[in-house]
């Protein structure tokens, strides 16, 4: 009988941001659905209260259903019969249980069935899920595709297939093939039009897809023959039922075990196009990666939490030399970096989906009437701030998971290294998380434009700094504005040598200054609003401090031309 | 079959299973501010039940009857929350007291009122666990009853075919309706709360409860009459006064004992056969297993 919701304040904490008023009044349009829709709140308070009372709901079946079967679903994981997936028996019943409480469709309009729920309570969700069965958080956080199909598809596709995805339907965004991995580019399977009937062929092979057998999914395939590029790539859905899709095998994979990562032979395959031909790649995949990179930011943060939750508990009752060893500094400074790292990844995560909320929601109010000078200044300043921190948090949420899960099976001792406790499969489930939806490599390359264009320090100086901050937390604001001047320092440092391999050389550590830096304003600002946090902030602070001066010091002590000593032939 | 109206008996119960220090007052009596309201676990299971002849049969209706305080519409709502259709509040102060028969007497008072093809309650609640009310009302009523339902496995031609589930195994037997079933811990776990329907009805309410919040409950109810949660008082329905609450209910209590449960022996085996073999030969003789 617990509740994943109820018993962790952190989320109802990012649940009442200020931030969440513009948010929700922009997507009620000002709570002008009250008379057309039952569901629809009146007010302000209305709304949040229904955010709530979903996620308690949420909370509730993660906790008492979920959890409950995410050992056995890590066991049995999915299977291959007759060409198509079938789930783990706990998956099954996990995802009957989310059916019946109607968790699906939960940011799609409420005309498709959906529950209108801004990105901030869907990735509560989202979080809630993977701390209970990261592979379910897989399979049901792929929802989000629809909002994909939401944004650009035809509103006879959106009305085809997006009640369906709010029923229950699950979905699969098929972009890798076995040469086409990080490098899109090179995707191969081929869509033909058939002039006479206007419909459009799949033939081809997919790696790699996650719930490749879902019922609706995002096929990105090349539409312009004798293209190699970017350019010869298109977006399509294809729908289950047209039953032209086989899946030949699914990967035996370390983690996530209850998600079905799926080879897909496509033979001949009905399919609609959407959007514009030759934006595929260009403009829709990268709204895709975005909204799972975002996902992928929540379930780490979910893991992670699962993780100290099992560290804590494990330390406070295991005895050793007459005490429980949570007393000994090496353990006590462990859990305690760990709590601060994951205060430090939600604060971050949530910051994040607030942006992509404001823009995203702008974007669909602009087609409803013409945004005015004030609101299209504002769209744009969200959607660049979404862009640059959405592969922030996912690489740090990605990565602390896992620094997480590591140090909170270290504190199990040999015990967590046997399959008698949960920690184990949570070190699996944490290892892809800074692997896919675009590696921690690939976020440095997304986020050092932040870093060479200013636009974190920018956002930095004018809003963090300028945030007011209680007296005797003055010191931690004085720490933070050092992190920052030796981001410019460090940055002006490697632009300097005028040579981009250079700048990807240091990317890594430019970009970790950054988000040491942010986090901790984080941290602080949300000290201001609840004091539970001051330690958090303290801690991560101080933790940041020492990383970014050994960043700083490999930089200013790194010769340029001894880049040569590092190159691998 | 056609369509089924479907009344639930449902009880708001202190949640008695996690009992801490402070859960009994000192004078032997149950305290209520310490313990949660809840819905009572077994009458959710007959929810269930109820709800999966709705899915079957279009046209069925699902209604919640619960006898309580104010508060106990809170129930009310939350069977909404998971697929009843709406419910009746049997709120009154002559009621106060009522034991197991005065209480079957009024429910049975009020189900004449409101109409039935079919009565679905939990085989006890947590806070009595007396198992009498549901039997009690199929007598009043003159109806068949089916007690430790774990199933309804078939439902056709005006008869049900119910498995029970009984202490060494389970039985299936048919029984005509109209008919009181009482559903045991062990049928299906009842469907969750909907997020949809939480948002719909979560503004339901009994006209004590819109008053209190200062509502305008005329307005609301009439332009979304869902919204609106029956109460009756003694007044609503027939029933004879002196079978009431306090009066009607001949049950006494005499005193209440707190007991604490503590082991009293241990006995050590050794890690054999024999010893082994003995255990389970004793377990199998005192039925504790097999």
Redesign the interface.
């Known amino acids: 009988?617990g509740n994943f919701y109820t018993d962790n304040k952190d989320i109802k904490f990012h649940l009442d941001h200020p931030l969440m008023k513009k948010i929700v009044d922009l997507k009620e349009r000002n709570y002008t659905q009250a008379q057309e829709f039952?569901?629809a709140?009146k007010d302000f308070e209305d709304a949040i209260?229904?955010y709530d009372?979903?996620l308690e709901?949420v909370g509730?079946?993660c906790a008492d259903v979920v959890n409950e079967n995410a050992e056995s679903v890590d066991e049995e994981g999915p299977k291959v019969v007759d060409g198509h997936v079938k789930y783990a028996r706990g998956t099954r019943q996990n995802l009957d249980?989310i059916n019946?409480?109607?968790?699906n469709g939960i940011s799609l309009p409420r005309k498709y069935?959906g529950?209108n729920f801004p990105i901030v309570p869907f990735i509560m969700a989202a979080e809630m899920v993977a701390r209970a069965d990261a592979g379910l958080q897989n399979i049901w956080g792929l929802q989000d595709c629809a909002e994909t199909i939401n944004e650009f598809a035809t509103e006879e596709q959106r009305m085809k297939y997006l009640p369906r995805v709010s029923a229950g339907e699950t979905c699969a965004m098929d972009l890798t093939e076995p040469d086409a991995g990080s490098d899109l580019q090179a995707v191969q399977l081929k869509a033909t039009l058939d002039e006479k009937t206007g419909i459009w062929y799949l033939n081809g092979v997919k790696r790699f897809i996650t719930n490749g057998d879902g019922h609706i999914s995002l096929v990105l395939a090349r539409s312009e023959e004798g293209t190699n590029d970017a350019r010869g790539l298109s977006m399509f859905i294809y729908d289950r039922n047209s039953d032209a899709v086989t899946v030949r095998r699914i990967e035996n994979k370390l983690g996530i075990k209850g998600s079905p990562t799926c080879e897909l032979v496509f033979k001949d395959a009905p399919a609609e196009l959407v959007g514009d031909r030759k934006m595929g790649l260009i403009k829709y995949v990268m709204a895709l990666m975005n909204a799972a990179r975002l996902g992928i930011g929540g379930q780490s943060v979910g893991i992670a939490e699962a993780a100290y939750r099992e560290g804590l508990s494990y330390a406070k009752s295991r005895k050793q030399f007459g005490r429980p060893i949570i007393e000994f500094p090496a353990m006590y400074e462990m859990l305690s970096n760990m709590e601060a790292k994951l205060h430090g990844i939600r604060t971050i995560l949530y910051e994040t989906a607030r942006f992509v909320d404001v823009y995203k929601t702008y974007y669909f109010v602009s087609k409803e009437r013409a945004l005015d000078k004030d609101e299209k200044a504002e769209m744009k300043e969200y959607e660049k701030l979404a862009n640059i921190y959405t592969p922030l948090q996912k690489l740090f949420a990605s990565e602390y998971a896992n620094e997480i899960t590591y140090d909170a099976l270290q504190i199990h001792g040999g015990s967590g290294f046997t399959k008698d406790y949960p920690i184990q499969r949570y070190v699996r489930d944490a290892r892809i998380t800074n692997i896919y939806e675009g590696t921690s490599q690939l976020q440095v390359v997304a986020a050092i434009r932040g870093v060479t264009t200013g636009q974190y320090l920018k956002y930095i100086r004018e809003v963090y700094e300028t945030s007011a901050i209680a007296p005797e937390q003055e010191y931690l604001k004085d720490i933070l504005k050092e992190m920052a001047t030796e981001l410019e320092n460090a940055t002006d440092c490697v632009t300097a040598v005028g040579n981009t391999e250079y700048t990807d050389f240091h990317a890594r550590r430019l970009v970790e200054i950054a988000g040491y830096t942010i986090i901790g304003h984080l941290l602080l600002i949300d000290a201001q609003r609840d004091e539970v946090y001051a330690k958090s902030a303290d801690i991560f602070i101080k933790y940041g401090q020492a990383k970014v001066a050994a960043h700083t010091a490999f930089i200013r002590n790194f010769n340029p031309d001894d880049l040569g000593k590092y190159k691998k032939a | 079959m056609k369509g089924l109206k479907i009344v639930v008996l449902a009880k708001q119960v202190p949640d008695t299973?996690?009992v801490g220090k402070d859960a009994m007052k000192a004078d032997g009596t149950v305290n209520r501010a310490a313990l949660p309201a809840i819905f009572n676990p077994e009458d959710l299971n007959a929810l269930e039940q109820a709800l999966r002849l709705k899915d079957r049969f279009e046209g069925s209706t699902v209604e919640i009857l619960t006898m309580g305080p104010g508060r106990a519409a809170e129930i009310i709502r939350e069977a909404m929350y998971r697929g009843a259709d709406g419910g009746f509040l049997l709120s009154d102060r002559a009621f106060a007291g009522s034991d197991t028969l005065a209480t079957s007497y009024a429910i049975s008072c009020a189900l004449k009122k409101l109409g039935y093809d079919l009565i679905i309650c939990g085989r006890q609640a947590i806070d009595g666990d007396t198992a009498q009310v549901g039997p009690q009302v199929a007598e009043k009523l003159g109806l068949p009853q089916v007690t430790y339902t774990e199933e309804i496995l078939k439902a056709e031609a005006g008869k049900l075919t119910i498995r029970r589930r009984l202490e060494r195994g389970v039985e299936s037997v048919e029984c005509p309706v109209p008919c009181v079933i009482t559903v045991n811990g062990s049928a299906a776990a009842c469907?969750?709360?909907?997020?949809?329907?939480?948002?719909?009805y979560?503004n339901a309410k009994t006209p004590s409860e819109a008053q209190e919040s200062n509502e305008d409950y005329l307005t609301m109810t009439s332009t979304?009459p869902y919204l609106k949660i029956h109460e009756w008082t003694v007044q609503n329905i027939e029933t004879d006064p002196c079978q009431l609450g306090l009066f009607g209910s001949p049950t006494k209590v005499k005193n209440i004992e707190n007991v604490v449960f503590q082991a009293k022996e241990a006995k050590v085996l050794k890690p054999n056969d024999e010893d082994i073999d003995a255990m389970m030969k004793e377990l199998i003789v005192n039925h504790t297993i097999g």
């Open positions: 009988m039952e569901e709140p209260d229904n009372r979903v709901i509730e079946i249980v019946q409480a109607g968790l069935n529950l | 299973r996690n469907r969750p709360r909907n997020a949809h329907r939480v948002m719909k979560k979304r």
